[in-house]
């Protein structure tokens, strides 16, 4: 099974990416705090007969992505995840490799 992890794939951008993308991956679906909107793209997926989980972690906590990921590796020892969106996160005026972890705009997720 091949895997797509979507960060806030609960509402907007990360929602539309999540259904579009379950076409042709099990979809991982990231939220922060809002599960309701998180349980139901999960549902929505698996109606059209795709497959979902949902992983919350705080993508501005690196030591919680990390418990995250781990945690899924655990439970998915055979499998990986083959496609990451980082959707979720807050926009800052400058350039990506100029931003640090400790501004809380940036984080790197282990795949």
Known sequence: MKYALIT??????GRAVA?????QYSIII???SNSECA???KQLIEEKGGHAELLPFDVADPKAIEA??????????DEFISVLVNNAGI?????MFMM????GTVFWIRI
């Open 91 to 95: 926009r800052r005026d400058n350039v």
């Open 39 to 41: 349980q139901e793209v």
């Open 8 to 13: 806030g794939a609960s509402r907007g951008i």
């Open 100 to 103: 640090s972890e400790e501004t």
């Open 19 to 23: 259904l579009l993308l379950a076409e």
């Open 30 to 32: 990231n939220y922060h």
């Open 68 to 77: 995250a990921i781990d945690c899924w590796e655990a439970a998915h020892p």
